[in-house]
């Protein structure tokens, strides 16, 4: 897909971070957007950032985690737009617990949106997108999709999932040639509200981390929402099969290729410093 100028994109979690982003970006360059939140103050403000745009701008508060709303706002992005090309399956939450600490009400809580959210969005949409006959879907994974990290067992094992999920659901679509295609993405420390919302349980501490460490990170993070959207517009225009955004995620993608196994060591290591 080079041109974006009269296709339609569904975005969820567009209430705020590269979501938001992505709908300002993509209107810019005429594309047509139906955004999504579970944030219904966030998304109207997205909303009315993108007053004036030119482009149809339609919008539902969604949880992702919900099979049957994911389903009814696809067919509710379809009526309205008349086609859908591109699905952003870009909801997500983050969650700080050991194993032997953190509760199955979290487990699933985690689950439900960051793997389960990517499942429903990419279901519901997919017919639409090989309807259109030039679709992509573009998943959120993380670097953390891509190296485990202490206190981090719930959220690796989510951002994992969709990993595996998009990279099998792209071999599927070439082989199908339906005029679709997919792409995961796997951002480092990106200033958004994810770290913020996080939810920290407090069994961090058998391992010598804070449960408030998460702002200690934050404090880490160097890439922009508005260049990790662009980004990933430029990851659809080159049809990549994966996009890291951040050096931190090059870095880090690169020591787990040279180090497979080892860098466990080294990320053990400086997670006590920042404990």
């Not at 938001?20 to 970006?25: E, I, N």
């Not at 737009?81 to 199955?104: E, P, Q």
């Amino acid at each position: 897909m080079k041109d974006f100028k009269n296709k339609v994109a569904a975005i969820t979690g567009a209430g705020s971070g590269m979501g938001r982003s992505l709908a300002v970006l993509l209107a810019a360059r005429g594309c047509h957007v139906a955004l999504s939140d579970i944030n219904e103050t966030g998304l109207a403000e997205t909303v009315k950032l993108l007053d004036g745009s030119g482009v149809k701008v339609t919008s539902q508060r969604l949880d992702v985690s919900e099979k049957a709303a994911v389903f009814a706002w696809a067919d509710k992005v379809a009526a309205d737009h008349g086609k859908v090309n591109l699905i952003f399956n870009n909801a997500g939450v983050a969650l700080g617990s050991v194993v032997d600490g953190g509760g199955y009400d979290d487990l699933e809580w985690i689950m439900n949106i960051n793997f389960w959210g990517v499942v429903h969005g990419t279901k519901a949409f997919l017919p639409y997108l090989k309807d259109s006959g030039d679709g992509h879907i573009i998943n959120t994974s993380s670097l953390f999709g891509l190296m485990a990290v202490p206190s981090q067992s719930a959220y690796n094992a989510s951002k994992f999932a969709v990993r595996g999920f998009t990279e099998a659901l792209r071999q599927e679509l070439e082989l199908q040639q339906v005029g679709v295609s997919a792409t995961s993405v796997h951002p480092g420390g990106i200033k958004t509200n994810i770290a913020k919302a996080a939810r920290m349980d407090d069994s961090v501490t058998k391992i010598g981390m804070s449960p408030n460490s998460s702002a200690k990170f934050e404090k880490l993070f160097r890439t922009t929402a508005d260049d990790a959207a662009a980004q990933m517009i430029r990851a659809v225009e080159k049809n990549q099969r994966r996009l890291l955004i951040g050096n931190d995620a090059k870095a880090m993608d690169l020591m787990v290729r040279l180090f497979p196994s080892a860098y466990q060591k080294l990320v053990s290591m400086s997670s006590k410093k920042l404990g």
